[in-house]
């Protein structure tokens, strides 16, 4: 959510046709929630005196825990005519404490727009009270230059192996299957290591980048089916050793598995792989399925099974000209439908709509 409020923001001051301030956290996640109060409260006060003083049109706010502030806002936004509206990414609507879902339909009452990121998340939303009038279905956006040019494959998979390897490299004719993000129960790593790795040949490897809860019972799938040679924990990477784990891998691997109250709303490293040229193999569950077209940017298997995941990495299995044609048709497609200059159209066209068609609409992200 961090990186998707902080890109889109760039996106949104970068254009010259929307009168646009800003209020944003910068902050790393052993610090967020320590400064999270006390950016709430500074902006109740940067809100109010804007509104008061007539300067903005529409506040959209980046998620469900800064949208809080506009049922605190609310009589002050309807006596001055300003809209509200909020970004809803998944678990900011969804998680599972019962303090916080009595919150949640007060929050989408004082809103006169939300903006799921996919259709299950607003499902999600519909499914706690919101009405079905106040949803605008708007993806997230992936910064197309973030990762550079595209390099020579083959040289940037011997630097992967130079830098991770370890003595035990991908053989040349295999494959090399990734995954990113925090290791959770959801995210399916430990049931994709456990079923499916046993199902492809010795020379398909997984490599994994980022950490989480669930790292120890993915270290442990991965020794009790004897594939320890093949799976690799990298654990949280630098942006340059993302990149080379990007280019430097076969296919991308997205095997959530279903999780009561914790729904995979978007995300968003699809469209980082993607646009690093990196098809993606991934459960047809929640919001992934907004993120993947079958055949343009990776394949979409039931979640959950097995033999359909490992037959949709086959058809890649010492087919490199199929898999080179399908790596510049993930780019492509990332590029044409989710670069953020695309995606902030969508939310001033989403602006204008919900305001009076003559306004241009200015926005203060919260």
Not at 268 to 284: D, F, H, K, W
Request: glycine fraction near 8%; proline fraction near 5%.
């Amino acid at each position: 959510m961090q990186r998707v409020s902080t890109e889109l923001h760039a996106a949104l001051s970068s254009r010259d046709d929307v009168e646009y301030s800003s209020l944003v956290l910068r902050s790393s996640w052993q610090w967020t929630h320590v400064k999270t109060g006390p950016f709430l409260l500074r902006a109740l006060f940067e809100i109010r005196r804007v509104v008061q003083r007539g300067e903005v049109d529409v506040v959209l706010f980046s998620s469900m825990v800064t949208a809080s502030l506009a049922a605190l806002l609310k009589p002050l936004l309807e006596r001055n005519g300003v809209y509200a509206a909020a970004i809803v990414h998944g678990r900011d609507v969804t998680m599972d404490l019962a303090p916080y879902q009595t919150l949640v339909p007060h929050i989408f009452d004082a809103l006169d727009a939300v903006l799921p990121v996919s259709r299950a998340t607003g499902d999600a939303c519909i499914a706690r009270g919101l009405h079905s009038d106040k949803v605008y279905v708007i993806p997230n956006g992936v910064s197309v230059g973030r990762f550079g040019t595209t390099p020579s494959k083959k040289d940037v998979r011997a630097e992967l192996l130079h830098r991770f390897g370890n003595g035990r490299p991908v053989p040349d004719r295999g494959l090399l299957l990734c995954s990113v993000g925090r290791q959770v129960k959801r995210k399916g790593f430990a049931w994709f290591i456990e079923n499916v790795l046993p199902l492809l040949p010795e020379d398909v490897h997984y490599w994994l980048a980022g950490d989480g809860p669930e790292a120890d019972e993915i270290a442990a799938a991965a020794r009790a089916g004897n594939a320890r040679d093949r799976v690799k924990l990298l654990g949280r990477v630098s942006e340059e050793d993302l990149q080379l784990l990007y280019r430097g891998a076969d296919l991308f691997v997205m095997p959530n598995i279903p999780v009561p109250g914790d729904m995979e709303g978007f995300g968003v490293v699809m469209l980082e792989a993607g646009v690093c040229g990196l098809p993606t193999i991934a459960s047809s569950l929640e919001g992934i399925t907004d993120v993947i077209e079958e055949g343009e940017n990776g394949h979409l298997v039931s979640s959950g099974n097995a033999w359909e995941f490992s037959e949709a990495v086959m058809r890649y299995y010492h087919e490199h000209d199929a898999l080179e044609a399908a790596r510049s048709r993930a780019a492509r497609y990332v590029e044409r439908h989710f670069s953020w200059h695309a995606v902030a159209q969508k939310y001033v066209d989403i602006m204008e709509s919900v305001i009076e068609p003559a306004f241009m609409p200015e926005a203060v992200p919260a």
